[in-house]
């Protein structure tokens, strides 16, 4: 990374995540820690997510049983969490309607993962090493989603994961973890989108017409 590079760090998309209402945040700590509040989000919209998540999760899960998919229905890879605590990640082995992700909630409400946090890693991977990494990486859970995930597809120098997650740590708290939630939940809708005009598009380009029709007929 440049000085220059640096300096301008984040982006202007992930600024507005991670700057944003810095003011509204401040203003919240003095009534509530910011951890209290984060877990507070977790063990309320994580519940709620959970119990209405579950009966699909559960359907996908016995259709990948019944194929007998390779390895099983189910990824298991342990992964280090708060305090350098190290669980085991258990994650739906589909892509299909972010199923992978939904299956990831009951480690929300187990305290193994936030909502929102930095990309959690396996033990011994070197970015937990880094100057100053160690120390906020044993102070924060890994998250479902964060900051560096909702970038991923930028290109910019300065939306590299690791900066990301360092951002977010420190600026992290219930104000920005519902910007990056709501950022995370409009990405695939927007995706989805850009197919939909795209595919319109080359519709009303293909020709349909008759051979030999004129604009004259």
């Known amino acids: 990374m440049t000085g220059t590079a640096r300096s301008h760090f984040p982006s202007r998309p992930a600024a507005r995540l991670a700057g944003l209402t810095d003011r509204a945040g401040r203003l919240a700590d003095r009534f509530t820690p910011r951890t209290r509040a984060e877990r507070t989000l977790d063990l309320a919209l994580g519940t709620a997510l959970l119990v209405l998540t579950a ?3 559960a359907v996908a899960a016995l259709a990948l049983a019944a ?3 390779p390895g099983g229905a189910w990824d298991r ?4 969490g708060l305090g350098g605590r190290v669980f085991e990640l258990r994650t739906l082995r589909t892509r299909r309607l972010r199923l992978d992700l939904f299956s990831r909630l009951h480690h929300v ?3 193994d993962l ?7 890693l396996a033990p011994g991977d070197p970015r937990a090493g880094g100057p100053g990494a160690r120390q906020w ?6 998250g479902l989603t964060g900051l560096a995930q909702v970038r991923a597809r930028s290109d910019m120098p300065w939306d590299d994961p690791a900066l990301l997650d360092q951002h977010y740590a420190e600026h ?4 920005l973890d519902l910007a990056i939630l709501a950022e995370a939940a409009g990405n695939p809708l927007r995706t989805r989108l850009r197919k939909a005009r ?12 008759r051979p030999g029709y004129s604009t004259v007929e």
């Not at 890879?77 to 280090?80: E, G, L, V």
Request: aromatic share 0%; no cysteine; charged share 30%.
């Open 67 to 69: 194929r007998r998919t």
């Open 137 to 142: 990486r044993q102070e924060l859970r890994p």
């Open 77 to 80: 890879r342990p992964r280090t």
């Open 172 to 175: 992290h708290g219930v104000v």
């Open 55 to 57: 009966p699909a999760v």
């Open 109 to 111: 409400v187990r305290g």
């Open 114 to 120: 936030s909502l929102v946090g930095p990309v959690p």
């Open 198 to 209: 795209r595919t319109k598009a080359h519709l009303s380009d293909a020709d349909h017409r």
